[in-house]
């Protein structure tokens, strides 16, 4: 399982970014999304995307990131924490994926400044590249490069809608 941790997120700034966060995890092959906010709107928002869509990507939310990483490990799992302070993508994703094989991957993204904790309670630091940009990005390439394309081809099931693909157009099915 693949489950993302998304740190720092501020209510009145953060709402539009966190909703992408989500929604890029679920699509991406995510299981789920925790949130260390207690902010509602944000995951009644991704719930009702998963309610039309299916796929039971779950949110959670008002954790504490602490308590979820240890957690997290306890079980197993590792934890890769994004940052452009990290190991540059290319350069660890080898060892990433092998791990993947056999166990979760718990992806950590911020906001505003993550707490300095956070870089030694992961496994890995990395970088989409080291230059600042976007969570959104870095996650999905992160996703995309972990999982190899195989995210493509997951199935929702249990949504209320589908879409068959079409060259021009909208063509999108009741279930
Ligand atoms: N200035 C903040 C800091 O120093 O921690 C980061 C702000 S940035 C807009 C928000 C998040 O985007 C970061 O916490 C990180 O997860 C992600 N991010 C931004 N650039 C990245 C990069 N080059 N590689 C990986 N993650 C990145």
């Given at each position: 399982?693949?489950?993302?941790?998304?740190?720092?997120?501020r209510?009145?700034?953060?709402?539009?970014?966190?909703?992408?966060?989500?929604?890029?995890?679920?699509?991406?092959?995510?299981?789920?999304?925790?949130?260390?906010?207690?902010?509602?709107?944000?995951?009644e928002?991704?719930?009702?995307?998963?309610?039309?869509?299916?796929?039971?990507?779950?949110?959670?939310?008002g954790?504490g990131?602490r308590?979820?990483?240890?957690?997290?490990?306890?079980?197993g799992?590792?934890?890769?924490?994004?940052?452009?302070?990290?190991?540059?993508?290319?350069?660890?994703?080898?060892?990433?994926?092998?791990?993947?094989?056999?166990?979760?991957?718990?992806?950590?993204?911020?906001?505003?400044?993550v707490?300095?904790?956070?870089y030694?309670?992961?496994?890995?630091?990395?970088?989409?590249?080291?230059?600042?940009?976007?969570?959104?990005?870095?996650?999905?390439?992160?996703?995309?490069?972990?999982?190899?394309?195989?995210?493509?081809?997951?199935?929702?099931?249990?949504?209320?809608?589908?879409?068959?693909?079409?060259?021009?157009?909208?063509?999108?099915?009741?279930?």
């Open positions: 399982d693949i489950v993302v941790l998304r740190l720092g997120h209510p009145e700034r953060d709402a539009r970014v966190t909703t992408h966060v989500g929604l890029t995890s679920r699509a991406l092959g995510a299981a789920g999304m925790l949130l260390t906010s207690d902010d509602k709107s944000v995951a928002s991704i719930e009702r995307v998963d309610k039309s869509w299916g796929g039971g990507f779950w949110v959670r939310i954790v990131y308590s979820e990483i240890r957690k997290w490990k306890e079980s799992g590792i934890v890769v924490h994004m940052t452009m302070y990290g190991i540059n993508m290319p350069d660890c994703i080898e060892h990433i994926r092998d791990e993947f094989k056999t166990k979760g991957v718990m992806v950590v993204v911020g906001a505003e400044k707490p300095g904790d956070v030694q309670l992961a496994d890995y630091n990395i970088a989409v590249g080291n230059q600042p940009h976007s969570e959104i990005a870095a996650l999905a390439l992160f996703l995309d490069w972990l999982q190899q394309g195989r995210e493509f081809g997951k199935t929702f099931s249990d949504g209320e809608l589908r879409i068959i693909p079409c060259e021009h157009g909208k063509n999108v099915e009741r279930t």
